[in-house]
Nanobody, 128 residues
């Protein structure tokens, strides 16, 4: 089964930067969708960004221009570079991955419901 492990969270001040990492296991080959999600306690998990096997990316409006998603297929690793962090970015960040998405629609609204093996996530705290 697919498993993911997130790391790299921490506490930063407003305007600071962090780089999150995600290692995935249990998938064969390189053709899979990967994505980042975040959740604030008491609220629903929300999609942040996705990247498909060809490197095509998609971002939530709230993070466009500030976050960059990338991946290394050989290392089965994905990153989320977060710049100009705001207090509203404070959340637990999770990663997910899935193969065989119908139509190849690698978006968080598709990946999120498909992925079941959520890890512990990594906490990001942004303070002023």
């Amino acid at each position: 089964q697919v498993q993911t492990a997130e790391s790299g969270g921490g506490s930063v001040q407003t305007g600071g930067s962090l780089r999150l990492s995600c290692v995935v296991s249990g998938l064969s080959g390189d053709s899979y969708c990967m994505g980042w999600f975040r959740q604030v306690p008491g609220k629903e998990r929300e999609g942040v960004a996705t990247i498909d096997s060809g490197g095509v990316t998609a971002y939530a409006d709230a993070v466009k221009g500030r976050f960059t998603i990338s991946r290394d297929n050989a290392k089965k690793t994905m990153w989320l570079e977060m710049n100009n962090l705001k207090s509203e970015d404070t959340a637990i960040y999770y990663c997910a991955a899935a193969q065989g998405i119908p139509g190849g629609y690698c978006y968080t609204r598709v990946l999120g419901p498909l992925y079941k093996q959520w890890g512990q996530g990594t906490q990001v705290t942004v303070s002023s």
